[in-house]
């Protein structure tokens, strides 16, 4: 309930009602589809038309089917305009215009909790020497890193596979790199910006846009392609986007290769 709470924008009415609408024609479906469905329990199992009541059955099955992911999508598409730039806890998005903040936010709470990690594994060795119990163990460690009673436990108590008590900080050094090497990736493409280009080629004149806003790469066709074209586009991971009016994908190094991959498969020749 939190995160709905959280949402930038209302839903607009008209969207409620489309929704209404459909949920309420798919649910008269389903309740029609099960009432034609008779259970052998009450009809008795003589004569039982077993194959004409297995296909009810079949179709009341799909018309529920249908009705659960109407639901779905209609909860998505809510999320989706909620909040166009994922919730706080999904990944970050490149096109979040405050991608860069969350990133270096992401990069000093993972920074800090390795140091946390770094200072107890230091207290348990100490305490080790000592011939501490474990429960002075979790307590110094509570106190002098900040990490919760819980937290310290997991790392200070041992389970039946383990011989050594510690925290590890390999997969947190791990992330703490791709962290960095994204802000710097992120940085770069904002600090190049918006960038246009306008190619001839078989299917006609196609403008390739690096839109940073978005952080997507985008290819504009000044009308629909045809079949084949469409189909190259989809082999290299474009897809259309209404809103846009144009076709991309994610704006990095692989997304350029695709495009210029694409210009070169619908022109015969490569691409300038």
Known sequence: MALWNKACEPIPEAEIEAFARRHVDLTRRYWAAEGRCM?????????????RKE???KISDARR????????TARKAAKRKAFPHGTDDEPIRSGDPAALQR?????EETALSIDRMK????????MEKDLATEEDMIAAVAVNTGLSPEAAARGIKLAPWQSRRGFSTTNSRAELRRLQQRLAALARMKERGNQSQEVKTSAGAVEIKENADI??????????????T???LKANGFRWSPSQGAWQRHLNESG????QRVLKTISGADAA
């Open 65 to 72: 089917a249908d009705l659960k992911a109407h639901e779905v």
């Open 39 to 51: 259970n052998w329990f009450i009809t008795g199992p003589a004569r039982f038309p077993v194959a």
């Open 55 to 57: 296909r009810r059955m």
């Open 103 to 107: 990133i270096m936010t992401r990069i």
């Open 119 to 126: 200072a107890a594994n230091a207290i348990i060795r100490r």
């Open 215 to 228: 952080a997507r790469i985008q290819l504009i066709f000044s009308g629909k392609p045809d079949d084949p």
């Open 256 to 259: 350029r290769y695709a495009a």
């Open 230 to 232: 469409r189909r190259v």
